[in-house]
């Protein structure tokens, strides 16, 4: 059964951190691009950041560059997002998502084919 549970959220002040974890089974996430959205009430969901072994790079939204790092463990099938200097407007549930290795917009909804069930992320001031 192929399935990522995220996990980390929580509630935290405005310059904390935090590290949300993203379990897959049922796949090898070294097969995928995986990515990190957030959505918060009212508006629609973001592309935060994307990795891809092989030489497809990291990719972050202008709005949380050098403040959140994607990474993975294959060993473990596990994809992170440590984020830090957080801001209020980082408040959001938060969902890891796989997928096509070959899409061209890592930040598209639609370029995901696996999601997870989203970690709430609170920041406030």
């Known amino acids: 059964q192929v399935q990522l549970v995220e996990s980390g959220g929580g509630s935290v002040q405005a310059g904390g951190s935090l590290r949300l974890s993203c379990v897959a089974s049922?796949?090898?996430?070294?097969?995928?691009?995986m990515g990190w959205f957030r959505q918060a009430p009212g508006k629609e969901r973001e592309g935060v950041a994307a990795c891809m072994l092989g030489g497809g790079g990291t990719y972050y939204a202008d709005s949380v560059k050098g403040r959140f790092t994607i990474s993975q463990d294959n060993a473990k099938n596990t994809v992170y997002l440590q984020m830090n200097s957080l801001k209020p407007e980082d408040t959001a549930m938060y969902y890891c998502?796989?997928?096509?290795?070959?899409?061209?917009?890592?930040?598209?909804?639609?370029?995901?084919?696996?999601w997870g069930q989203g970690t709430q992320v609170t920041v406030s001031s």
């Open positions: 049922g796949f090898t996430i070294s097969s995928r691009r």
């Open positions: 998502a796989g997928g096509r290795r070959d899409g061209r917009h890592w930040d598209k909804r639609t370029e995901y084919n696996t």
